[in-house]
C-alpha cells in the first residue's frame, strides 16, 4: 500500500496542472494581453512618449528602461498566480482536486510551473521587441541568460506573496484589485523609469531600497554592464526573504482555508 | 460479512464555535444508495466532506471502502468520486479537456484518458458539447460534466452532494435516470438532498439529519410508516349514502372523516382498523368500489421529525444559482 503517489506520478501529475493553466490562456485573451500586449504598450509609449524628454533621445531612453519593463513586468504577471489559485478554491476545482489521488503539492506545483512558462514568454516578448528596437546589449549572452534566470528566480519567490493573497481573498476579482492596486506603487516608487539622483532626496532611500530598483540594477548589471555582484546578491536575498515568510504563511493560510 | 462501503461512527466537526456536525454514525452496504436528508445548514455537506477526505473531523472515525477517512486518506482517495454542489469542472476548459485532465491526473495515458474522456461523453449526452468550452454549458450539462468527471476514475464510490440544486426538472430527471444506471453497475452511493423527492426517488435508506444529528433513519416506507398514520380513502357507489357512512366510520376511528371530493379519508392509527371499517360499511350494505391507502408524503414526515417545514417543489426552482 502506497502511502501517497510516486514522486515520478506526483511529476506528472504537476505538469498536467500546468499545462491545464496554459490551455486557459485560450479562453482568457485577456490574460494572455496582460502578458503581452500591455507590457508592449508600456514600452512603446514610454520609449517614443517620454523617452526624448527623460533621457534626450528614445534610443537612450530604451536602453535605460527596457530591463526595468522587464522586471516591472514580471510583478504584474505573478498576481495571475494568486487569481488562478483563488479561482479553483472558490469555484470548488481545488476540492475536486483535494478529492483525488493526487499529490498534495501538485496542484500549487503546477500553477508555479505554469507561472515561469508565461514569466518567460514575457522576457522572450519584451527583449526581442527591445532589439527590434534598437536595444543593443553590452554584456555577452550568458549576462543575457543570467538576467533572464534571475528574474524568474525572483518571480517564483514573489509568486509566493501572491499565492497567500490568493489564498486569503474572498474572490477572484479582490485578488485582481489587491495586486494592481499594491503593485503599481511599488513598481513606479522605483528606478524602472527614472534614475534615482533625478527624485528629490527624501524618496531617493526609499527607491534605492525598494527591490523592484535593485533587480532592475541588477538586470542592468548584466545587460549593459556596471556593478553586478552587490545587487544581484540582493536581489537573491530578497527572494529568500519572500520565500522564507510567504511560504510558510501560504500553507498556514490554506490549511485553514481548508479546514 | 462483507465489509460495508461506508461505515461512520460519531463524526464531529466544529466551525468555530457552531458544530456543524455533532456526532453522526452511518453504515452503508457496497451497492447501496443512502440519501442524507435535510435542511441547509443540517450538516450534510460537511459529513460528505469529512468521509470524501476534505476536512478532518474533530472527533469520530469513519472508513471508506475499509480505509480510514484521515489516516489512510489516500487510499480513500482512489476509491471515491465527489460531485459537489456547485458544479467543479474548469470553465475555461472545454467537456473532453476537462475529462482529459482527470484522467491524466489518475494516471491514465493520453490516448486512454482520451478514449475514456469520448466514452463518458457520449455516456451522458454531452458528445455535441465536448470541443465547446464548459462556461457556455447549461447548468443541466455542466452538472452531467461534473458526475462524468467523477467516473473517470471508475469509483467503487459515489458522492453526490445536492446533485440537483439548480436543475430544471427535465435535467433532474435525466441525472437521476444516469445515477440509477451507476446503481445499477454496482456503485455505492451517498446522496445529499433537501429534496423529498429526490430521496425517495433515488435512495434505499434515508437518513434524516438536522443540527447536525442524526433525527431519524429508515427506508423510505419505514420512515414514512413511522410517522403519522396512514390514510385509507374510500369512495361509494352511491354517493347518497355519504353521511351514512360517515357516521359509521366515525364511530369505528374515533374520529370524524374528512371528505375528499367525492371520497372518504380516515387516518388509520392501528392496522386492525382497516378490516373493522371494510366490514362495519359492508354490514350497513354500503358498496364501496374504490380502496385507497395513502402514504404520508415525506413533507409530512420531514415536519414531524424536525418541527420545520422542509423546502417545497415551488422554491426549488427559484433557489437555483
Same mark, same amino acid.
Given at each position: 500500500?502506497?502511502?501517497?503517489?510516486?514522486?515520478?506520478?506526483a511529476l506528472?501529475?504537476t505538469f498536467?496542472l500546468a499545462?491545464?493553466s496554459l490551455?486557459?490562456l485560450?479562453?482568457?485573451?485577456?490574460e494572455?494581453?496582460d502578458y503581452?500586449?500591455q507590457p508592449?504598450?508600456?514600452?512603446?509609449?514610454?520609449?517614443?512618449?517620454?523617452?526624448?524628454?527623460?533621457?534626450?533621445?528614445?534610443?537612450?531612453?530604451?536602453?535605460?528602461?527596457l530591463p526595468g519593463i522587464v522586471v516591472m513586468n514580471m510583478m504584474f504577471v505573478t498576481v495571475y498566480i494568486g487569481h488562478g489559485l483563488n479561482t479553483d478554491l472558490?469555484?470548488?476545482?481545488f476540492?475536486?482536486?483535494?478529492?483525488?489521488?493526487?499529490a498534495r503539492w501538485a496542484p500549487l506545483a503546477g500553477r508555479i510551473l505554469a507561472d515561469l512558462v508565461k514569466q518567460g514568454w514575457s522576457i522572450v516578448l519584451l527583449l526581442?521587441?527591445?532589439?527590434?528596437?534598437?536595444?543593443?546589449?553590452?554584456?555577452?549572452?550568458a549576462g543575457l541568460f543570467a538576467m533572464s534566470a534571475l528574474v524568474l528566480v525572483f518571480a517564483l519567490a514573489f509568486s509566493w506573496l501572491m499565492i497567500l493573497v490568493g489564498i486569503l481573498a474572498?474572490?477572484p476579482?479582490h485578488v485582481q484589485i489587491f495586486g494592481f492596486t499594491a503593485l503599481f506603487p511599488v513598481t513606479f516608487v522605483s528606478n524602472v523609469?527614472?534614475?534615482?539622483?533625478?527624485?528629490?532626496?527624501?524618496?531617493?532611500?526609499v527607491v534605492s531600497a525598494n527591490p523592484v530598483s535593485v533587480l532592475t540594477d541588477a538586470c542592468r548589471g548584466l545587460l549593459?554592464?556596471?556593478p553586478v555582484l552587490s545587487p544581484v546578491l540582493v536581489s537573491l536575498a530578497w527572494s529568500l526573504a519572500f520565500v522564507a515568510v510567504f511560504l510558510p504563511l501560504s500553507l498556514a493560510a490554506l490549511r485553514r482555508r481548508?479546514? | 460479512?462483507?465489509?460495508?462501503?461506508?461505515?461512520?461512527?460519531?463524526?464531529?466537526?466544529?466551525?468555530?464555535?457552531?458544530?456543524?456536525? !455533532?456526532? *453522526? #454514525?452511518?453504515?452503508?452496504?457496497?451497492? /447501496?444508495?443512502? =440519501? +442524507?436528508? &435535510?435542511?441547509?445548514?443540517?450538516?450534510?455537506?460537511?459529513?460528505?466532506?469529512?468521509?470524501?477526505?476534505?476536512?478532518?473531523?474533530?472527533?469520530?472515525?469513519?472508513?471508506?471502502?475499509?480505509? !480510514?477517512? *484521515? #489516516?489512510?486518506?489516500?487510499?480513500?482517495? /482512489?476509491?471515491? =468520486? +465527489?460531485? &459537489?454542489?456547485?458544479?467543479?469542472?474548469?470553465?475555461?476548459?472545454?467537456?473532453?479537456?476537462?475529462?482529459?485532465?482527470?484522467?491524466?491526473?489518475?494516471?491514465?495515458?493520453?490516448?486512454?484518458?482520451?478514449?475514456?474522456?469520448?466514452?463518458?461523453?457520449?455516456?451522458?449526452?454531452?458528445?455535441?458539447?465536448?470541443?465547446?468550452?464548459?462556461?457556455?454549458?447549461?447548468?443541466?450539462?455542466?452538472?452531467?460534466?461534473?458526475?462524468?468527471?467523477?467516473?473517470?476514475?471508475?469509483?467503487?464510490?459515489?458522492?453526490?452532494?445536492?446533485?440537483?440544486?439548480?436543475?430544471?426538472?427535465?435535467?433532474?430527471?435525466?441525472?437521476?435516470?444516469?445515477?440509477?444506471?451507476?446503481?445499477?453497475?454496482?456503485?455505492?452511493?451517498?446522496?445529499?438532498?433537501?429534496?423529498?423527492?429526490?430521496?425517495?426517488?433515488?435512495?434505499?435508506?434515508?437518513?434524516?439529519?438536522?443540527?447536525?444529528?442524526?433525527?431519524?433513519?429508515?427506508?423510505?416506507?419505514?420512515?414514512?410508516?413511522?410517522?403519522?398514520?396512514?390514510?385509507?380513502?374510500?369512495?361509494?357507489?352511491?354517493?347518497?349514502?355519504?353521511?351514512?357512512?360517515?357516521?359509521?366510520?366515525?364511530?369505528?376511528?374515533?374520529?370524524?372523516?374528512?371528505?375528499?371530493?367525492?371520497?372518504?379519508?380516515?387516518?388509520?392509527?392501528?392496522?386492525?382498523?382497516?378490516?373493522?371499517?371494510?366490514?362495519?360499511?359492508?354490514?350497513?350494505?354500503?358498496?364501496?368500489?374504490?380502496?385507497?391507502?395513502?402514504?404520508?408524503?415525506?413533507?409530512?414526515?420531514?415536519?414531524?421529525?424536525?418541527?420545520?417545514?422542509?423546502?417545497?417543489?415551488?422554491?426549488?426552482?427559484?433557489?437555483?444559482?
Amino acid at each position: 500500500m502506497r502511502p501517497s503517489p510516486a514522486l515520478s506520478q506526483a511529476l506528472d501529475q504537476t505538469f498536467s496542472l500546468a499545462w491545464r493553466s496554459l490551455v486557459q490562456l485560450r479562453r482568457n485573451p485577456w490574460e494572455l494581453g496582460d502578458y503581452s500586449f500591455q507590457p508592449v504598450l508600456f514600452l512603446l509609449l514610454f520609449v517614443y512618449i517620454f523617452g526624448g524628454a527623460i533621457a534626450g533621445s528614445t534610443d537612450e531612453y530604451l536602453t535605460f528602461m527596457l530591463p526595468g519593463i522587464v522586471v516591472m513586468n514580471m510583478m504584474f504577471v505573478t498576481v495571475y498566480i494568486g487569481h488562478g489559485l483563488n479561482t479553483d478554491l472558490t469555484r470548488g476545482y481545488f476540492d475536486r482536486l483535494r478529492a483525488m489521488p493526487v499529490a498534495r503539492w501538485a496542484p500549487l506545483a503546477g500553477r508555479i510551473l505554469a507561472d515561469l512558462v508565461k514569466q518567460g514568454w514575457s522576457i522572450v516578448l519584451l527583449l526581442g521587441l527591445g532589439f527590434l528596437l534598437g536595444f543593443r546589449l553590452e554584456t555577452s549572452i550568458a549576462g543575457l541568460f543570467a538576467m533572464s534566470a534571475l528574474v524568474l528566480v525572483f518571480a517564483l519567490a514573489f509568486s509566493w506573496l501572491m499565492i497567500l493573497v490568493g489564498i486569503l481573498a474572498r474572490d477572484p476579482e479582490h485578488v485582481q484589485i489587491f495586486g494592481f492596486t499594491a503593485l503599481f506603487p511599488v513598481t513606479f516608487v522605483s528606478n524602472v523609469f527614472v534614475p534615482v539622483d533625478t527624485l528629490p532626496h527624501w524618496l531617493q532611500g526609499v527607491v534605492s531600497a525598494n527591490p523592484v530598483s535593485v533587480l532592475t540594477d541588477a538586470c542592468r548589471g548584466l545587460l549593459l554592464g556596471g556593478p553586478v555582484l552587490s545587487p544581484v546578491l540582493v536581489s537573491l536575498a530578497w527572494s529568500l526573504a519572500f520565500v522564507a515568510v510567504f511560504l510558510p504563511l501560504s500553507l498556514a493560510a490554506l490549511r485553514r482555508r481548508l479546514g | 460479512m462483507e465489509e460495508p462501503a461506508i461505515q461512520a461512527s460519531g463524526l464531529v466537526k466544529h466551525f468555530g464555535k457552531t458544530v456543524a456536525v !455533532d456526532g *453522526v #454514525d452511518l453504515l452503508i452496504p457496497r451497492g /447501496r444508495v443512502l =440519501g +442524507l436528508l &435535510g435542511p441547509n445548514g443540517a450538516g450534510k455537506t460537511t459529513t460528505v466532506r469529512m468521509l470524501a477526505t476534505l476536512t478532518r473531523p474533530d472527533a469520530g472515525t469513519a472508513q471508506v471502502s475499509g480505509y !480510514d477517512i *484521515v #489516516d489512510q486518506a489516500h487510499e480513500v482517495r /482512489r476509491r471515491i =468520486g +465527489l460531485t &459537489g454542489q456547485f458544479a467543479s469542472v474548469d470553465e475555461r476548459l472545454t467537456g473532453s479537456e476537462n475529462l482529459f485532465l482527470i484522467g491524466r491526473l489518475l494516471g491514465f495515458s493520453r490516448s486512454d484518458a482520451r478514449t475514456r474522456a469520448g466514452e463518458l461523453l457520449r455516456r451522458f449526452q454531452l458528445e455535441n458539447a465536448a470541443d465547446r468550452p464548459t462556461q457556455g454549458y447549461s447548468g443541466g450539462m455542466r452538472r452531467r460534466l461534473d458526475l462524468a468527471a467523477s467516473l473517470v476514475g471508475e469509483p467503487e464510490i459515489l458522492f453526490l452532494d445536492e446533485p440537483s440544486t439548480g436543475l430544471d426538472p427535465r435535467a433532474r430527471r435525466l441525472l437521476w435516470s444516469l445515477v440509477r444506471e451507476l446503481v445499477a453497475d454496482g456503485v455505492t452511493v451517498l446522496l445529499t438532498t433537501q429534496y423529498l423527492d429526490e430521496a425517495d426517488t433515488l435512495a434505499d435508506e434515508i437518513v434524516v439529519i438536522d443540527h447536525g444529528k442524526v433525527i431519524a433513519a429508515g427506508t423510505p416506507e419505514a420512515l414514512k410508516r413511522r410517522i403519522g398514520a396512514r390514510t385509507l380513502l374510500l369512495g361509494l357507489v352511491d354517493a347518497a349514502r355519504m353521511d351514512q357512512a360517515e357516521s359509521i366510520l366515525s364511530h369505528i376511528a374515533g374520529h370524524a372523516p374528512t371528505r375528499q371530493g367525492e371520497r372518504l379519508g380516515v387516518n388509520l392509527s392501528e392496522h386492525a382498523m382497516l378490516p373493522a371499517l371494510v366490514r362495519a360499511l359492508d354490514e350497513a350494505g354500503i358498496e364501496v368500489d374504490e380502496l385507497v391507502l395513502k402514504d404520508p408524503s415525506l413533507d409530512e414526515v420531514f415536519l414531524a421529525l424536525t418541527g420545520q417545514p422542509v423546502v417545497t417543489e415551488a422554491e426549488h426552482e427559484g433557489t437555483s444559482r
